[in-house]
């Protein structure tokens, strides 16, 4: 886990002088997003606990993936259509935002993970991405190539939580 630490805060550096916060009703440029693709406007949603609206896993579970300990993912109303429809391509728009909660077992989240298609096209450059945990923020931009390389290549453009949510 360490490892991973390492590499996402390297590449946060990196891309942290391309990410664009912005003005429009959603914040960033995507104003028919469901989730707001800019740091800003991104963090006053989830202060806001709007994701807590959307459809989500039944609670907290270790991740398979680099998510810092205990998970729960909830997919925004444009995603979960069209996952329900069987899409492999999402609209812009879909979003999905996940709450981290560690490793101590707390019932407050300590960071969140989110990403948001902003732009037409298939896979994951066409989104914008966002990691915040412990005070620390390792990614915040669309194509951010630390998240990328995980979230590229399932048969779900980007998904990689099963669904139907469990
Ligand atoms: C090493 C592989 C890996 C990397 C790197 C990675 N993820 Fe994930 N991500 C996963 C896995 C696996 C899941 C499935 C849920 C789980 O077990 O955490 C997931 C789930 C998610 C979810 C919940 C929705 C879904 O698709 O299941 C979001 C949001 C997410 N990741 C955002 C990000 C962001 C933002 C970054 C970059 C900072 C990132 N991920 C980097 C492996 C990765």
């Given at each position: 886990m360490r490892r991973f630490s390492t590499i996402l805060g390297f590449s946060a550096a990196?891309?942290?002088?391309?990410?664009?916060?912005?003005?429009a009703s959603r914040g960033g440029d995507c104003a028919e997003c469901d989730v707001p693709n800019g740091r800003s406007s991104l963090e006053a949603f989830l202060d806001r606990?709007?994701?807590?609206?959307?459809?989500?896993?039944?609670?907290?579970?270790?991740s398979a993936g680099p998510h810092?300990?205990?998970?729960?993912?909830?997919?925004?109303p444009k995603l979960e259509e069209s996952l329900a429809g069987g899409?492999?391509?999402?609209?812009?728009g879909a979003g999905a935002v996940k709450e981290l909660f560690g490793r101590g077992g707390g019932t407050e989240p300590i960071?969140?993970?989110?990403?948001?298609?902003?732009?037409?096209?298939?896979?994951?450059?066409?989104?914008?991405?966002?990691?915040?945990?412990?005070?620390?923020?390792?990614?915040?931009?669309?194509?951010e190539g630390v998240c990328v390389g995980c979230h590229s290549g399932?048969?779900?453009?980007?998904?990689?939580?099963?669904?139907?949510?469990e």
């Open positions: 990196v891309y942290a002088a391309g990410c664009g916060g912005g003005s606990a709007e994701h807590r609206g959307f459809a989500k896993e039944s609670g907290p579970h270790p810092f300990g205990d998970v729960v993912a909830y997919v925004s899409n492999t391509t999402h609209p812009v960071g969140y993970t989110v990403y948001v298609k902003v732009r037409q096209g298939a896979g994951a450059e066409s989104y914008y991405w966002y990691e915040r945990f412990d005070g620390n923020q390792f990614a915040n931009g669309v194509a399932g048969e779900d453009e980007v998904v990689l939580s099963p669904y139907p949510l």
